[in-house]
């Protein structure tokens, strides 16, 4: 048994001074704020200063995308042109350099508190969609790259068969996500395995990447799986959608049984009323990932509403603009504030439940994200002293923090990062920069390829 004390702590109940937390076999067993009389008690815990939080969910990630931050954001353009440059690097990667980069980047969301990550899956191929001896090889390369980095995956295992609503071929590096046929897909999500830090997940892509004729049997096939989809991040998918089907994409969903307690629609910026009111009555989660949508310049989803329609809401980084879950859950409220000219839409408490214990849900893992007796015994400590938190009260961590803020994670009981060093990877930036720049030389001349071929 280990034993935790926590100058502070957030606790299903709110932030709580002087607890002690001790636990067994990966599992929280007691947790219980000390009195004076109980103090001894503490002696021989490791001692977390700061506001100890429950472990971060990132819901939502596309690892690969990390290689483009600080790098796609000098030009002008759309989330069109900025596609081209992701599949430059998409078609550059192959199952060990992407366990290099992941593991990496993986690294770097254990260094911001994140102890779970859903990541959504779709380079599943050689180039020119040749499959791999294992056609689960850059799949594995991901389950493996989160184990080196010591955090916990839900591979989001994404079909993706088309090109455009209308059911266009795919071509290009767009080869290898593809499968070939629903069927394809399935088999090969067939021969994926669970183990202790995996939990097996589906996606569909998008409406504009999966035919309309196939969604019922995906809903049918997935049915108890954490699912995911891309839904109406653009407003050029929702035009599309009603010029081919006559529906938005959300009603479409609805249409074939793609909606429910087990999925999270990702970003769901460009809804209508009745959009929402969908999503909400059938209690389908949303997951906003603000730094991404801004970057893309993608707009401004409102949160707010899909949450009081009765969507649970999850946070992600998506393409890693930055990785840092407290930036993500305060441009959710921000956002707001822009939309309504109105400030405090969402409470302290609530973000860190969309960042905690809503995230753990939305990717599969039950009694996660609650510093409680029974929950997996994750904890991450933030700095109460550094120059973003310092005369912060303990209990609105949650709109000053930064990851650069977290001091000490600790994942299913064993220590993952100590005094903002990761002990497994080291030096989590000279990994970075080391995986990046074995992509750069062949990222580059698939841009080049891609843009000739224009």
Known sequence: MTRFHCAHAWLPGGAAEDVLVEVAGGRFVAVRPLTPVDAPEAEGAVRL???????LANAHSHAFHRAL???TQRERGTFWTWREQMYAVAGALDPDSYHAL?????GEMALAGITCVGEFHYLHHGPGGVRYGDPNAMGEALIAAAADAGIRITLLDTLYLAAGVGGEELQGVQLRFGDGSFEG???????LRGRPHVRLGAAAHSVRAVPAEVLAAFAERTDGMPTHVHLSEQRAENEACLAVHGRTPTELLADHGLLGGRVTAVHATHLSDTDRTELGDSGTGVCFCPT???DLADGIGHARALVEAGSPLSLGSDSHAVIDLFEEARGVEMHERLHTEHRGHFTAGELIDAATVAGHAALGWSHAGSIAVGDRADLVSVALDSPRTA??????IA?????ADVRHVVVDGRVVVRDGVHLGIGDVGAALAEAIAMLGERAAGNAERIGAAR
């Open 49 to 55: 200063g700061g506001m100890t939080l429950p472990g």
């Open 69 to 71: 931050r600080g790098r």
């Open 102 to 106: 992941a593991t990496a980047v993986y």
């Open 185 to 191: 897909w399935s088999s090969r999500l067939d021969r």
């Open 292 to 294: 991404t949508e801004r």
């Open 391 to 396: 005369g912060c009260e303990p209990g609105a």
């Open 399 to 403: 709109f000053a923090a930064t990851a």
